[in-house]
């Protein structure tokens, strides 16, 4: 998805331990998975659902980035869904239902935004939360189930998920005029297991003052780099 032109949080970050993470989203067995740096659309990310016989409980499942609605006939939609707005999300077809029956917490420690410079280049930044602290963005997911060739009685389903947006907070409006939802973590269990009216008022930009941010090489612009050189500050625009 777009907003003037520019896609809003199309790279992530997850760096953080698996105890922390599972501290974090209240997920007693959280696989242990090397750090990323440098996650794009398309690839599998992972997302804590609540278990659907024990919504107090949670797991977490990897997902392909982008959702596929479950009445697509060609997953390729998905790579145009990485990012719902919050505004359309319960009318629009491609998530109102997944709205409505399957949130999920997508986790991560950062996200990339391009900042577009009067010189007509874009700047990369890393955004998230002070100390690098894992948060969840509010997320959906969908099963798609593909059509039988004939050939075969086993036909895989593909889980697949999106991160909700809305408008820009301080820290992001000179960067971008979006921003991901970031749900605190009181608002965890709210997001998984409310009825939709009430999630509705949880996708409001976080508070001023509450993000940090940096510049970071334009390495991050091929997401074939996948490095700890990603993250790291730079002084100058690149």
Known sequence: ?????????????????????????????????????????????????????????????????????????????????????????????????????????IPADGFYEWEKTPEGKKQPWLIGLPGDAPFAFAGLWEEWHPASDGTSDVVPTVLSCTILTTSANAEMQPIHDRMPVILRPDDHAVWLNAGPHECLSLLKPLPDGTLHRHRVSVRVNNPRNESAECVLAITHAS
């Not at 896609?7 to 331990?17: D, K, N, V």
């Open 1 to 105: 998805m777009t907003v003037g032109g520019r896609i809003m949080c199309g790279r992530i970050t997850l760096r953080a331990s698996a105890g922390k993470l599972s501290e974090t989203f209240q997920v007693a067995d959280w696989p242990q998975l090397f750090p990323r740096f440098n996650i794009a659309p398309t690839q599998l990310i992972l997302c804590v659902r609540a278990l659907p016989d024990d919504p107090a409980s949670r797991e977490v499942v990897p997902m392909k980035w982008g959702l596929i609605p479950g009445w697509a006939h060609d997953p390729a939609i998905g790579n145009r869904m990485i990012n719902a707005r919050a505004e359309t999300v319960a009318e629009k077809p491609s998530f109102r239902t997944a709205f409505k029956k399957r949130r999920c917490l």
